[in-house]
């Protein structure tokens, strides 16, 4: 990322608080979708071949409207990775012990996933963006129960581990778009 990157942050961020309460709501969306690196580096962490893993795993879906992260600055270009969905709906991975949500692939997970509930936004082409702002998703905003819950920590608590997922997230996106998956909108 450029020295010049710069971040500004939305009063909604700014006069919320964050932790995750592990309901595993967001393990049930539709709209986890991976690029080709993050399946090839799933499938050797869990040390079966690329083949197998898309076969067991995952499912090759056209979805035209890819919500959160994606949604304002990308249009979907065929056909893209989601998870296939487990008996009760939820991601293959996604697992619940005394009623708390875990992800089996916690260190390796999607970065759709560790982003979420906030997400970024910028005016400019992907390679030259030089300015984001950090938000909570819409989706986010309105189904995440850690947005305000009483664990919650504030924003300068939260700086280094959201700005990093942004970050990665800007990666993947140019991830998608050089797979084919997605489609830049101009604005
Ligand atoms: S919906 Fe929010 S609180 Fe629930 S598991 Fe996902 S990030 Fe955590
Ligand atoms: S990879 Fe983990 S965090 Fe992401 S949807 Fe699956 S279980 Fe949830």
Partial sequence: ?????????????????????R???????PEIILSNREIRAIA????????KFKEIYLVKKEIHQIRSVFSERF???????????NDQGSCPFHQVTDEKASCQIYHFRPIVCRLY???????????????????????????CPGINNTAGQKWDALREEVTGAVLL??????ELIADGFLNQIAK
């Fill in 1 to 21: 990322m450029t020295a010049n990157f710069q971040r500004f942050i939305s009063p909604r961020v700014k006069n919320s608080t964050y932790a995750c309460s």
């Fill in 23 to 29: 309901c595993g709501k967001c393990c049930k969306f």
């Fill in 44 to 51: 050797i962490q869990l040390n079966i071949p690329i083949t």
């Fill in 75 to 85: 249009e979907i270009q065929g056909e893209v990775f989601i998870f296939r969905k």
């Fill in 117 to 143: 509930p906030f997400t970024w936004k910028t005016s400019a082409p992907l390679e030259k963006q030089m300015q984001l702002a950090i938000d909570f998703s819409q989706n986010g905003w309105d189904e």
């Fill in 169 to 174: 997230s800007t990666i993947q996106s140019n």
